[in-house]
């Protein structure tokens, strides 16, 4: 069942570092935002695959946005 991935804070997205379909390891860093000049890791917990991305780099997001799905 796919599980969401939300940002914490209303942030950029800096750089996107998974695909979908990659397997990301526990602890894996999916994306990394940038708010405040402070670089914020997105982490994955669990292992899992990654279903989607739902952003862009450079896009602005909110607080509690969808950032991507995994499975």
Same mark, same amino acid.
């Given at each position: 069942?796919?599980?969401? &991935?939300? *940002?914490? +804070? /209303?942030?950029? %997205?800096?750089? &996107?570092? *998974?695909? +979908? /379909?990659?397997? %990301? ?42 950032l991507?799905?995994?499975?």
């Amino acid at each position: 069942m796919p599980e969401p &991935i939300t *940002a914490d +804070v /209303g942030a950029s %997205v800096w750089k &996107i570092l *998974a695909s +979908v /379909g990659d397997i %990301v390891d526990d602890g894996g860093v999916v994306m990394i935002l940038e708010s405040m000049k402070m670089e914020i890791p997105v982490i994955c917990e669990g292992g899992r695959t990654i279903a989607s991305i739902d952003v862009a780099e450079a896009q602005t997001v909110a607080a509690g946005q969808l950032l991507a799905t995994v499975d």
